[in-house]
């Protein structure tokens, strides 16, 4: 066999699983390199819900990708719509329109023929009633623009795409770590690449490169995000340490996006360093919409209800993290109970319990008794309670004349027993990377194309600065990921027949 691959794809994400299939749909010879072992491959990926944010109209395009919904679900759901112009609004507003245009229409364009395609790869999709939808008097209502998630979420997503990729006979090395490219000039002609231990030239017409951000690399944390970042505790996998950043800046590439952002959540405050430590998503504290936040102060801190919360979470871990000891307390009471997410009630939530808000700021330890119970009673005081609660809609029902009020799901905290979980800040991905164009070709500072290098995924510059909204980055790797393959693939097929004509 030819010593030379069409394709190689560095990563063993979403992003990266997509662009080979999706090489070797083109008719490739394609081989990925995923640095993680076997056991620990699909990076964040594999950590992930499994959301996807697509364009929709309702329960008829929904069935195309859930077939097997029944009447009596459809019946009982408004799944709403996410209009193309809902989704770039979003993608506008929530990064402070900042994104790139362009790529943001490749993503809002593509989404749902692309979840459509990775049905055609073995990706079972569901509606997402637990995370993304309420049940009001019996019927489910969907908000936030997410619905449907990959069956048996990121875990059950990558699984599912690792078995297309053997189905279609993808090669693929794990405990095989890409370190630089291989190259003449600005053509890239392969990888250097490290594998069990040993170092070797690979070669191939075209590369992708799919290997995530750098969030689990502290170094580079402290160097771009800032101070007191390498503290941070890392939620998904050990091994995006910006690898793939590195090697393509180092070729010529044009380094895009805001390199000083990333997308950092409340999480659990005593979580281990890496998310592969703890098992799949027991640091998660999402319910903030329904209580409060306070800092060590006892004072609150942010607008718990800004938004939904698939549009604040991903720029509040940074806002606990500036807070003093880069900590700070979730506080509920039994009347929000029941909404709280599953996670809450995992072992390993650092969670106190008390009959009286002052005992439970006794609890607390690190928090400031007195403060605490006199931001409460403010707090109740300030509540339009003649506004009525709503979860699935943003109800309005606000604090007046607050440092910082909460403007919608306001309620009292009065009713025992009160709960308080203490939270930290967990890195998710870094926003800051290459610039590509809309067919993912990696550009240099000039706006040119690199010959033969492509990416996709979370090591994509341009797309989200400040603030990210939930549920993107699956199908934003999806689409260029599969992009990516075919142009990929298009160029190595195109080279090698050239090579072929010219030997004939
Ligand atoms: C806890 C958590 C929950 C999330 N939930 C969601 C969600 O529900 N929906 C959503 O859209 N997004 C979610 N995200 C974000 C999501 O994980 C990312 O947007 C997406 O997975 C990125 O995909 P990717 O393929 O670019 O990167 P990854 O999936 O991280 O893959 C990167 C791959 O590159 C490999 N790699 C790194 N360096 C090298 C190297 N030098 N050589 C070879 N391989 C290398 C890694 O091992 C890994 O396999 C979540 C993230 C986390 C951490």
Same mark, same amino acid.
């Given at each position: 066999?030819d010593d030379?691959?069409d ?7 979403n ?7 999706s090489?070797?749909e083109?008719?490739a ?7 993680a ?5 699909? @990076?964040?990926s594999?950590f &992930?819900?499994? @959301? ?10 929904? $069935?195309?990708?859930? *077939? ?16 193309v ?25 593509n989404? =749902? ?13 569901? %509606? ?5 939808? !309420?049940?009001v008097?019996?019927?489910? $209502? ?6 449907i !998630? ?5 875990v ?14 993808i090669?693929?090395?794990y ?8 190259? &003449? ?19 191939a017409?075209?590369?992708v ?6 969030e689990?690399?502290r ?7 800032? *101070? ?8 998904? &996998? ?9 090697? /393509?800046l180092?070729?010529?590439?044009? +380094?895009y996006?805001?390199? +000083? #952002?990333?997308? +950092?959540?409340a ?5 281990s ?6 098992g799949?998503?027991?640091g ?5 919409p329904?209580?409060?936040?306070v800092?060590?102060? @006892?004072?609150?801190?942010l607008?718990?209800g ?5 549009y604040?979470?991903?720029? !509040? ?5 500036e807070? %003093?000891g880069?900590?700070a307390?979730?506080?509920f009471d039994a ?7 599953d996670?809450?009630?995992l072992?390993?939530?650092?969670k106190?319990? /008390?009959?009286?808000?002052a005992e ?6 690190d ?5 605490f ?7 109740n ?9 709503d979860?699935?809609? $943003? ?11 909460k ?14 979980? +203490?939270?930290g800040? #967990?890195? =998710?991905? &870094?926003f800051?990377?290459?610039?590509i164009?809309?067919t993912?070709?990696?550009? =240099?500072?000039?706006?040119r *194309?690199? %010959? ?14 400040f603030?990210?909204?939930g549920? =993107?980055?699956?199908?934003?790797g999806?689409?260029?990921g599969r992009?990516a393959g075919?142009?990929a693939?298009l160029r190595?097929?195109d080279?090698?027949? /050239?090579?072929?004509? /010219?030997?004939a």
């Amino acid at each position: 066999m030819d010593d030379i691959y069409d394709v190689i794809v560095v990563g063993g994400g979403n992003a990266a699983l997509s662009a080979a299939l999706s090489a070797r749909e083109h008719g490739a010879r394609v081989l990925v390199l995923e640095r993680a072992p076997f056991e620990k491959r699909g @990076g964040n990926s594999a950590f &992930t819900g499994g @959301g996807f944010r697509m364009v929709h109209h309702g329960a008829e395009d929904i $069935k195309k990708i859930v *077939p097997d919904l029944t009447q009596d679900e459809i019946d009982r759901t408004d799944f709403g719509e996410y209009s193309v112009e809902t989704y770039l609004d979003d993608l506008f507003r929530i990064t402070q329109y900042n994104i790139d245009p362009q790529l943001a229409e490749v993503i809002v364009l593509n989404s =749902t023929d692309t979840v459509q395609w990775l049905r055609t790869r073995g990706v079972r999709f569901v %509606p997402n009633y637990g995370r993304q939808a !309420y049940n009001v008097n019996g019927r489910f $209502k969907f908000f936030g623009g997410v619905v449907i !998630y990959a069956n048996g979420g990121g875990v059950g997503l990558v699984e599912s795409l690792y078995d297309a990729c053997d189905k279609h006979g993808i090669e693929i090395r794990y405990n095989a770590r890409a370190l630089s490219l291989l190259r &003449t000039n600005e053509t890239i002609e392969g990888v250097m690449a490290n594998i069990d231990g040993i170092e070797q030239n690979i070669r191939a017409r075209s590369v992708v490169l799919a290997s995530g951000g750098f969030e689990a690399n502290r170094e580079w944390r402290a160097r771009y995000l800032g *101070p007191g970042w390498d503290l941070a505790k890392v939620r998904g &996998t050990r091994y995006n340490t910006g690898d793939g950043i590195q090697m /393509a800046l180092a070729a010529g590439a044009q +380094s895009y996006g805001q390199w +000083s #952002g990333c997308h +950092s959540v409340a999480w659990e405050r005593n979580a281990s360093e890496f998310g592969d430590d703890d098992g799949h998503h027991t640091g998660y504290r999402h319910s903030y919409p329904f209580g409060i936040m306070v800092n060590s102060e @006892g004072r609150r801190f942010l607008d718990e209800g800004a938004d939904f919360r698939n549009y604040t979470y991903a720029k !509040y871990g940074k806002i606990v993290l500036e807070q %003093p000891g880069s900590f700070a307390w979730q506080v509920f009471d039994a009347q929000v109970a029941h909404l709280l997410r599953d996670e809450y009630k995992l072992r390993g939530a650092t969670k106190v319990k /008390a009959d009286t808000l002052a005992e439970l700021a006794a609890k607390m330890q690190d928090v400031s008794v007195q403060n605490f119970v006199e931001e409460v009673e403010a707090y109740n005081a300030s509540i339009k309670k003649d506004v009525t609660f709503d979860p699935n809609i $943003k109800d309005g029902r606000t604090t007046v004349g607050l440092k910082f009020n909460k403007t919608n799901w306001a309620n009292t905290l009065e009713k025992a027993p009160f709960e308080a979980y +203490s939270v930290g800040c #967990g890195i =998710t991905f &870094t926003f800051g990377g290459l610039k590509i164009d809309e067919t993912t070709h990696v550009l =240099t500072i000039e706006n040119r *194309p690199l %010959p033969g290098l492509f990416a996709a995924g979370e090591l994509v510059g341009g797309l989200y600065y400040f603030n990210y909204p939930g549920s =993107t980055g699956l199908m934003a790797g999806a689409v260029f990921g599969r992009i990516a393959g075919r142009e990929a693939a298009l160029r190595a097929l195109d080279l090698a027949k /050239a090579g072929a004509e /010219a030997v004939a």
